[in-house]
């Protein structure tokens, strides 16, 4: 493409109002070598002037980059003040927190976020260093604040940066906050233009404590005699989680050393995601040497929980996110206390496995299905004392943290896992003995990644038009850009990802077990291996 003179202007106004010198000399670059008419300078420049960013499924997601289709200083400065003029026109005064992860740009970016906040009124608490995002979202319902901005990607790519955040009681945000936040950052004026302040307050180490003090205390049973490795992933969270370990009373913790610091670069892992292939292999490695009972593998900002299991066959794999889900749902009711949940409620989402459903039943209590989004989790009504979704989030204690929490999921699974040894089982037993009651439960996923995004509509409008034959059809719109497919016993959802550049297809088969589990689960891995091919031929 050319460069035309509305972009070449737009870039220009852009470039001067951007209070960064840094930014601005990049993408005064990427300008000049687009006059200049170098390939792929303006298709260049035309993505990064093709903001603003919006809030997805999890807050804003970007590259670390000049311009409005970016992470930069400039388009954190102008949404944290259409924040706060939002917050301001609702009522809302009060105290807001600020924290941080450690990736490319978040330290100031965080600043700017406080700085802009502190201007326009609001108590800003920062938190003192890069720290799991739970930790934020758990200090934003203790204290009572109006709000929370975590600067964070979670498990993007290096090259990305995000801004999660959290309004009062510790829930993300959902429609119609995001569009009304949104209309109000339109308004902001430039950011060299927006007021700043540093007249912030430190979140003390006290009130960090107040977190770990929590989720220590969550383990229901006494065994304590387990060996866990564990990875952050290069992210923020191994401190954090080997303490909260540490004081629940699993102290025979293994880090793994390659993956154990803060890096914004990633650099063992292709994605610093979980459920990537491959990302968890040092951590299984690790797991076989060290003769582990659990791996345990948190992503970047420690709100996601892997759990990896040794298996009869002395190899090891990670648990799927339904597996790992079914059984902290399980031990959860069957330990909450009804006095003071009688009528308890767990949750899931339309594309996770249907089994916490059977669960539920079969203990007696109520069982609801959201949209995907532990947005949508945490509002799945009153009484809620379990949350999961697939993609390794699990919320084990709703009335502290109202979103997931990678650390409170591990401290309790590992109360599972040891509880489980205790006995001589393993959490594959006990997958196995849910089998036994509810039927094989099999999950997969189907994922496309595109750097076209307009590919990913297509393919939806496609499928609309023309759906599989032999499904029941069911099209979630304008609620939610979702298509659903079922027959019996088997399920299809499919939509884009609201976090990344991915079209998903998630399935499941359901096989009774009439003749043990092993036979049962080798016709219903057969049976989705079936449909796998089915939806990857589907979706081309």
Request: glycine content about 10%; aromatic content about 4%; proline content about 7%.
């Amino acid at each position: 493409m050319s460069l035309t003179p509305a972009l070449r202007d737009a870039a220009f106004r852009w470039i001067a109002d951007d209070p960064d010198p840094a930014a601005r000399a990049e993408l005064q670059g990427v300008l000049a070598r687009a006059m200049g008419g170098a390939p792929g300078a303006a298709e260049e420049l035309a993505d990064r002037m093709a903001g603003p960013l919006t809030f997805g499924t999890a807050g804003l997601r970007g590259p670390v980059r000049a311009g409005p289709n970016g992470m930069n200083r400039a388009v954190v400065t102008r949404t944290t003040a259409g924040l706060a003029d939002w917050l301001r026109a609702g009522g809302h005064t009060g105290t807001v927190f600020v924290g941080r992860d450690a990736r490319h740009g978040s330290e100031d970016f965080c600043r700017a976020a406080a700085g802009v906040l502190a201007a326009a009124g609001f108590t800003v608490r920062v938190l003192p260093r890069p720290l799991p995002t739970p930790v934020l979202a758990f200090l934003v319902r203790k204290h009572g604040a109006v709000a929370g901005v975590q600067i964070t990607a979670s498990h993007n790519p290096p090259a990305d940066n995000g801004y999660k955040l959290y309004l009062s009681g510790g829930g993300q945000i959902v429609p119609p906050a995001d569009r009304e936040i949104e209309a109000a950052v339109a308004r902001v004026p430039a950011a060299v233009s927006v007021e700043t302040s540093a007249d912030w307050l430190p979140v003390t180490d006290a009130e960090v404590d107040e977190y770990l003090e929590r989720v220590s205390s969550l383990p229901k049973g006494t065994a304590r005699d387990l060996r866990v490795v564990l990875t952050p992933m290069h992210g923020v969270g191994g401190q954090t989680a080997v303490e909260a370990l540490r004081r629940a009373g699993f102290t025979d913790v293994r880090v793994v050393r390659s993956q154990a610091v803060p890096d914004p670069d990633f650099p063992t892992v292709a994605f610093p995601n979980p459920e990537e292939p491959g990302a968890a292999d040092e951590l299984l490695a690790m797991a076989a040497r060290e003769n582990a009972d659990l791996a345990v593998a948190l992503d970047p900002d420690a709100d996601r929980c892997a759990l990896g299991v040794r298996q009869p066959d002395g190899t090891w794999r990670m648990l799927r996110g339904d597996e790992t889900g079914v059984l902290l749902g399980s031990l959860v009711l069957s330990t909450v206390d009804r006095s003071a949940h009688p009528d308890p409620l767990v949750a899931t989402t339309i594309v996770s496995s249907s089994l916490l459903g059977e669960i539920a039943k079969a203990q007696g209590a109520r069982y609801a299905e959201t949209l995907t989004g532990f947005k949508w989790l945490v509002r799945a009504g009153e009484g809620l004392v379990y949350a999961y979704e697939e993609a390794l989030g699990h919320c084990v204690d709703p009335d502290a943290v109202t979103d997931k929490d990678g650390i409170s999921a591990a401290v309790v699974a590992c109360d599972l896992a040891a509880t489980l040894k205790a006995s001589g089982r393993t959490l594959l037993d006990a997958l196995d003995q849910l089998s036994v009651e509810h039927g094989v439960h099999l999950t997969d996923q189907v994922s496309l990644r595109f750097t076209d995004l307009s590919r990913i509509d297509a393919l939806m409008a496609r499928l609309r038009q023309n759906p599989p034959d032999g499904f029941a059809y069911e099209d979630l719109l304008p609620e939610a850009d979702v298509l659903r497919l079922t027959r019996d016993g088997v399920r299809v959802v499919v939509r884009p990802s609201g976090t990344e550049p991915k079209l998903k297809a998630y399935l499941e088969v359901v096989e009774p077990v009439a003749d043990g589990v092993a036979p049962a689960r080798d016709r219903a891995a057969a049976r989705l291996a079936e449909l796998r091919t089915q939806v990857e031929t589907l979706l081309g």
